[in-house]
């Protein structure tokens, strides 16, 4: 194993209590979703047909058939995938802050690793990217079973069945999975890029301070300006692209503003980093 | 040869090093020393490049330091490197992981010396022991040069005899130590050469064997004489 997979190891393994603990949370906060959802509508159901008299016509004509999209868009269900974004993002800053202001200087030891100072770089940027995965993954493989535990809840005559591939188009799982191979790839290059960025703003904030807190603001400002371009080019009209330009505009920028991100952050890490 | 051409480093409005210029060779003793604030730290951080340079230039076997250099010298800095959670075993471990100079053998027998217990969590290691796993994990790698910064800071006189004796027997085997101490009573007897810093400049350099025959003189007294005027 080289040096740069151990090290995305060895950053792995530093996260994973609290990635458990998200893994944890999803699951649980999930199937809670399902569960309560579920048995809520089964139990009004029941309360209203069999205690109240009304028909079961009348029900569903009133309430509607129960289906999976009411629960995909609770709380139960989102919440789990808003804290784990979050603590992702967190961990974005974390990773590096850490190695500087633990009760260790872990950043000497890393620092001082015979190996290039950009596989530090992404050996942290990819293990970021392949927590996000791991979540993204995770969410793909207990869908399939929330279906299967909603379908066992609700009985077939007060519920309709979603196709699963229609549950994932739904809301933040449309975002999160996109549908098409090529959107996938398309969304998750944007995230590394985004990843890239904002870990060249940290090592500017580390290298220069006050100073580089500063730069690294102007220099976020930038990349996100020169990325969206295109976009707001288009959206004022002054120049019309036909969508499939547009969007080969934004792969090439996206490219450029990770390209300079790695670039800028081998210059800094290699002459101007302080610990 | 660590070579330390004409450096100068500012912090901010500060300037902590003014065209420091000195040489360390293989298989000699430097000890850089100074009061509290005048660089030595920051010396030893410019060599290894953990910190940029104003001006001046760093060679150490006449090249500008690069990942491989990492392989042939060492730092060893007064607090702890490695994350808190990991046993000393874990923390050898990954030095094994990462380089290839790796020597499992010499830090089995410094943990035995230093009575080390490879399981217990550096977390819970006091300052001396933190110290001895700092020498150990340093010392264990087979490299060319040493930089050592302040070995014995806060450090009982028990611990501090034990490390002088380690500097003594595995240290000199043919390599180039950079060492900046406060305590050079413990160590005077070992030093080839002294770089005395004041201010961020180098006030004198010179070999103890030189101060001793010719002005019949101890570090101590030279110390004496700089910082005491």
């Known amino acids: ?275 | 040869m660590i070579e330390v051409q004409n450096i100068s480093k500012r912090f901010g409005r500060k300037q902590v090093l003014k065209e420091v210029s000195f040489t360390a060779n293989k298989g000699e003793i430097t000890c850089l020393i100074g009061i509290n604030g005048v660089g030595k730290t920051t010396t030893l951080k410019a060599i290894m490049n953990l910190t940029p340079i104003n001006s001046g230039k760093i060679f150490i076997d006449q090249e500008v330091i690069q990942k491989d250099t990492y392989e042939k010298i060492t730092f060893i800095p007064d607090a702890n490197i490695m994350p808190t959670w990991m046993t000393i075993r874990e923390a050898c471990d990954f030095m094994k992981d990462y380089y290839k100079n790796w020597n499992q053998q010499r830090a089995d027998d410094l943990m035995r010396f230093f009575k080390l217990n490879e399981t217990d969590r550096i977390t819970e290691l006091s300052k001396g022991n933190t110290a001895k796993v700092n020498l150990m994990l340093g010392l264990s790698l087979d490299v060319d040069y040493v930089l050592m910064d302040e070995p014995f800071s806060g450090i009982d006189i028990f611990s501090r005899e034990q490390i002088a004796e380690v500097v003594t027997s595995h240290l000199i085997e043919d390599r180039g130590v950079v060492i900046t101490t406060h305590e050079i009573n413990d160590i005077e007897h070992l030093i080839d050469k002294v770089v005395l810093l004041d201010n961020g400049v180098v006030l004198k350099e010179f070999t103890t064997e030189e101060v001793r025959l010719t002005e019949g003189k101890s570090v101590m007294d030279v110390m004496r004489e700089v910082y005491q005027p």
């Open chain 1, 1 to 275: 194993m080289n040096r740069y997979w151990k090290l995305v190891n060895f950053e792995l393994y530093r996260f994973l209590k609290l990635y458990v603990s998200l893994i944890a949370l999803t699951i649980i906060l999930q199937f809670t979703g399902v569960v309560v959802k579920s048995l809520s509508y089964v139990h009004q159901a029941n309360s209203d047909i069999y205690e109240h008299g009304m028909s079961r016509a009348q029900f569903i004509e009133q309430n509607g058939l129960a289906n999976f999209m009411q629960i995909a868009g609770s709380l139960w269900f989102l919440a789990p995938i808003m804290i784990s974004a979050t603590v992702i993002l967190g961990y974005i800053f974390l990773i590096w802050y850490r190695d500087w202001f633990a009760k260790n200087r872990f950043i000497y030891r890393l620092l001082m690793l015979p190996t290039s100072r950009l596989t530090i770089y992404f050996a942290k940027a990819s293990a970021i990217l392949l927590m996000v995965l791991g979540l993204i993954a995770l969410e793909i493989i207990i869908l399939p079973f929330q279906l299967s535990l909603f379908q066992l809840l609700v009985p077939a005559d007060l519920r309709q069945d979603i196709p699963i591939t229609a549950v994932l188009g739904f809301q933040v799982l449309a975002i999160i999975i996109p549908g098409t191979w090529m959107q996938f790839v398309l969304h998750y290059l944007a995230g590394f890029m985004l990843v890239c960025v904002l870990f060249t703003a940290i090592l500017f904030e580390r290298c220069y301070r006050w100073k580089g807190l500063f730069l690294a603001v102007l220099y976020c400002a930038a990349s996100v300006m020169v990325f969206i371009a295109p976009a707001i080019l288009a959206a004022i009209r002054i120049i019309d692209f036909y969508p499939n330009e547009l969007v080969s505009l934004e792969i090439v920028l996206g490219l450029v503003v990770m390209g300079a991100a790695v670039w800028i952050s081998q210059f800094l890490l290699k002459n101007k980093i302080t610990v």
